[in-house]
């Protein structure tokens, strides 16, 4: 994953802009191992289903707002693009807090 930031770097875009072409690379490919991970799960999985919604809820927002990136140069919509990034940072935590709560609570009672 990070061959493609090294890459973009040095040949496409400055580094003193946005990245915006290397991390919607990452995060198509994130989202993709995600979709093929969640075709592998069975229904029992419970927090690990959790997890997996959480990484596409966020990496799907976020790649809109890298997406968006020259736009959000362009324009004055910066706090309200980055505002959107940390509501989605803020679920994506929340979603994996609950899963690892519900994980902790199907150990107690098999034991």
Known sequence: MIIPIILNSIFWQSIYGYN???AILVQVLLMAYAVSFMFQLNEKSGPL??????VLISYSGSLFVFMA???I??????????????????????????????ASRVRKLQF
């Open 20 to 22: 915006t072409y290397a």
């Open 49 to 54: 289903n959790l997890i997996n919604a959480a």
């Open 69 to 71: 990136g020259n736009i």
């Open 73 to 102: 140069l362009s324009q004055d919509l910066g706090p309200l693009f980055w505002e959107i990034n940390v509501l989605l940072n803020f679920i994506f935590q929340l979603l994996i807090l609950i899963s690892i709560w519900k």
